[in-house]
């Protein structure tokens, strides 16, 4: 059975772009928890749009190599309903992690080659998030959001269950390629839809879903 690809809409730090996003029909909307990103939502914004949009969308909240007792404090805070982590997390501590929030967890991974990919399937989370290894030290440290893509062939051999979400570097303009080449479970996008980072445009934002429902995902929902 075929299915709409679902849309991961990350980076949000406003609630107005939460609300146009899922408008839109965005499946899950993605708010960076971590410090060091130019991306960071405030706790209290991220309260305003958990409170407005966990009936319509799967709240996410983005951590990177954060302590478990933080990730389920905030996660019951905010009442997330996936916690995805970008950070060196390894499979014991993403269990952890699921147990104490009782939310879904999506393990992020970089992938530069084939190797990253395989490695990625010792993680039995509910979803894999498939993102590009950074080209550089400084844009490493933001661990996601860089705008760059990686060799989406080197998923031509992906055997692995986990529902995979694409990312990286995702824009209105390469989304469906993408998504003809790949058939994700979903795609991520932040850097690709912004005017700003963490302040969305809202042409390219309906372009990308435009681009989207154009194409299909051989994944069952």
């Known amino acids: 059975m075929q299915s709409q690809t679902k849309v991961k809409i990350c980076g949000i730090t406003r609630l107005s772009d939460a609300e146009l996003a899922v408008e839109l029909g965005a499946w ?40 478990l007792e933080r990730i389920a404090a905030v996660a019951e805070e905010l009442q997330l309903t996936i916690v995805q982590l ?32 395989r490695d990625i399937e010792r993680f039995h989370v509910d979803y894999h998030l498939l993102d590009a290894r950074a080209s550089s030290a400084a844009r490493a440290e933001l661990r996601g959001g860089t705008g760059e893509t990686f060799d989406w062939s080197l998923l031509a051999g992906r055997r692995c269950k986990v529902p995979m979400l694409l990312s990286g570097g995702l824009a209105p303009e390469n989304v469906a390629e993408a998504i003809e080449l790949v058939h994700p479970f979903g795609v991520d996008t932040a850097s690709g839809i912004e005017r700003a980072p963490g302040i969305k445009d809202e042409g390219r934002l309906r372009d990308f879903f435009a681009a989207v429902n154009g194409t299909r995902s051989e994944l069952a929902a």
Do not use: W
Request: proline share 4%.
């Open 28 to 67: 899950a909307i993605g708010m960076v928890l971590y410090e060091r990103s130019p991306r960071r939502c405030s706790l209290p914004e991220a309260q305003r749009i958990s409170r407005a949009l966990r009936r319509r969308a799967e709240i996410v909240g983005v951590f990177v190599n954060e302590s």
């Open 86 to 117: 970008h950070g060196d997390e390894g499979p014991s501590f993403c269990a952890e992690v699921a147990r104490r929030t009782g939310a879904k967890v999506c393990k992020a991974a970089q992938i530069a080659d084939a190797g990253d990919v």
